[in-house]
Structure formats: C-alpha cells, structure tokens
T-cell receptor, first 112, second 112 residues
Framework: SQTIHQWPATLVQPVGSPLSLECTVE??????LYWYRQAAGRGLQLLFY??????ISSEVPQNLSASRPQDRQFILSSKKLLLSDSGFYLC???????????FGPGTRLTVT | GEDVEQSLFLSVREGDSSVINCTYT??????LYWYKQEPGAGLQLLTY?????DMKQDQRLTVLLNKKDKHLSLRIADTQTGDSAIYFC????????????FGTGTQLKVEL
C-alpha cells in the first residue's frame, strides 16, 4: 500500500531564516506530487506541482520554491521566510485513475 | 473561473442526517471529490463522483451531482460525533498536472 510522509510535523522559524520541508511517498512510482498551503482561513492554495523528477510547476508567485530530486521526494524551500509564510503545508500525491489526490499529515509552520 | 463555494458552518444533532453543499463553476469538470479534515491533520478522501453520474452511495455517504446547476452535495446519514470535521469539495480542473480546485470547507459540528 502507498503511504505519504511529511516532516517535520511542526516548525517555528524566525523571519529571514531558511526553510526546507520534505515529503516522501512510498509504494508507488512516478506519482504526480503537490504542495498546498492552508492558511488560518481554511482554504487550500496550490503552490507547486510536479509530474516527474526535476519538473516543477509554480502556481503562485511567492517567496517559496520546490524541487524534486528523486521520483518520490518533493521538497519545499525558502531562502528567507516572511511572516506571511506561516500556515499548514500539505503534500499530496496523485494516483492513476480518477485523479484523486492523497494527502500527507501536514507541517505546521509558524514564522515569528 | 474556477471557484468552488461552500457554506462555512453546519451544526446537526447526533443521529440526524447532515447535508453539505457545494457549487462549482467549471462546467468541464470530469471528477468531483469530497474530503474530510480533522483538526491538525491532512485531508482524507471520502468519495468521488464522475461527472456522468447523478448519484453515488457509499455506506453512510450519498453524493448527489446536479450538473445543470453545478451543484454537488454530500449527505451523511446517522451523523456521529466522530463526523465532526471540516469537509471540502474539490473539482478536477483542466490544464496540466491533473490539478484540483478546493472549496473553502464546511465545518460540521455534531451535537449530542
């Protein structure tokens, strides 16, 4: 069966510090991968998606970047965090078939 | 546009049925989904419906789709306290990456 992991689970970082969030998927190959941010107001905002190694599409211009160094690894990064980067970051992968996405447990980021 | 709208809150008594509604704007959507999010957790896929269907039933869950009105609903029969969560509808949108657009979420509160 497939599982998706995210770490860390929670993170408190000062403004201006770098960021690296990691997402890995087990039990599948060549998945589509997605990064979302969920702000306090609840809605999900798609940040990046990837259809393969080294292939990243950005949905929203921002302070963040993403990379996919391996087939089942997706990394969200920032060189300098802003207060507005605070939120709940969710990674998801897509299964072949009816396009449904499966989500990881999320990372709660607080920028102070 | 690709907006998906939901009411923010719903409160029901334990044992009653809950109906969560969603409207979407992309008439070319092929799949529509319902996800559940418990506090501090990722999103859990509950069910999905293909656009050529009017209804789908899965145990206590019934999904109704009205394509003419672009209206999707999720009915939960015999609602339990464990059903308290935020429920998101989502639609598959066009373009690359097999992306989903999520609604703003409906917070369901089940009272004793």
């Amino acid at each position: 069966s497939q599982t998706i992991h995210q770490w860390p689970a929670t993170l408190v970082q000062p403004v201006g510090s770098p960021l690296s969030l990691e997402c890995t998927v087990e039990g599948t190959s060549n998945p589509n991968l997605y990064w979302y941010r969920q702000a306090a107001g609840r809605g999900l905002q798609l940040l990046f998606y990837s259809v393969g190694i080294g292939q990243i599409s950005s949905e929203v211009p921002q302070n963040l970047s993403a990379s996919r160094p391996q087939d089942r690894q997706f990394i969200l990064s920032s060189k300098k965090l802003l207060l507005s980067d605070s939120g709940f970051y969710l990674c998801a992968w897509r299964k072949t078939g009816p396009y449904e996405q499966y989500f990881g447990p999320g990372t709660r980021l607080t920028v102070t | 546009g690709e907006d998906v709208e939901q009411s923010l809150f719903l409160s029901v008594r334990e044992g009653d049925s809950s109906v969560i509604n969603c409207t979407y704007t992309d008439s070319s959507s092929t799949y529509l989904y319902w996800y559940k999010q418990e506090p501090g957790a990722g999103l859990q896929l509950l069910t999905y419906i293909f656009s050529n269907m009017d209804m789908k039933q899965d145990q206590r869950l019934t999904v109704l789709l009205n394509k003419k009105d672009k209206h999707l609903s999720l009915r939960i029969a015999d609602t339990q306290t464990g059903d308290s969560a935020i429920y998101f509808c989502a639609e598959k949108i066009g373009g690359g990456g097999n992306k989903l657009t999520f609604g703003t979420g409906t917070q369901l509160k089940v009272e004793l």
